[in-house]
């Protein structure tokens, strides 16, 4: 199985702030990394799919880099709707594993 | 608009079985591969199994193979999931999801809970 691991596992920042999470592969997976919002209580929500593509009704505020082993999400400018935790998913093979998650505090 | 509603959540004891399903609407449910994903309360997502459009190929995380069944009704719009030999560990919000590559609609959840 493809293990994915992200960092940090929890950050603290301010509103306007510029925060960047990464996840990691332990093999490459191409492009097929995706990374979902969950607020507690509430089913995630897709923010990037394909590493770097947006989707729709998604804030340009959120960005997706990356490919092969290493990618990251960045969030331009923290706002307060913002405070969630993140998880990246890697759709190469099944199992289609997630990483631990990144819970982002303002 | 796109609804996803899981049902048949609850209470069982270990060994126990279950079966959840999700009723979809709102998009054209055969042509899409359907997934669940479970989160034990406090924890991470764990996807759990994916479907094909037309049911051909199904995939399962290893520690479900063999205990649990993903199965769909295309003309009932709906998504199943039987699970035997339930154990605690089993226990989780159950989501479903529409897609195999990635999940851009999901469920609210349905809770399993495994205790005696």
Known sequence: ?106 | EVHLVESGGGLVQPGGSLRLSCAASGFTFSSYWMTWVRQAPGKGLEWVANIKQDGSEKYYVDSVKGRFTISRDNAKNSMYLQMNSLRGEDTAVYYCAKGGWYFDYWGQGTLVTVSS
């Open chain 1, 1 to 106: 199985d493809i293990q994915m691991t992200q960092s940090p596992s929890s950050l603290s920042a301010s509103v306007g702030d510029r925060v960047t999470i990464t996840c990691r592969a332990s093999q490459s997976i191409s492009s097929y990394l995706n990374w979902y919002l969950q607020k507690p209580g509430r089913a995630p929500k897709l923010l990037i799919y394909a590493a770097s593509n947006l989707q729709s009704g998604v804030p340009s505020r959120f960005s997706g880099s990356g490919s092969g082993t290493d990618f990251t999400l960045t969030i331009s400018s923290l706002q307060p709707e913002d405070f969630a935790t993140y998880f990246c998913q890697q759709t190469y093979s099944a199992p289609r594993t997630f990483g631990q998650g990144t819970k982002v505090e303002i």
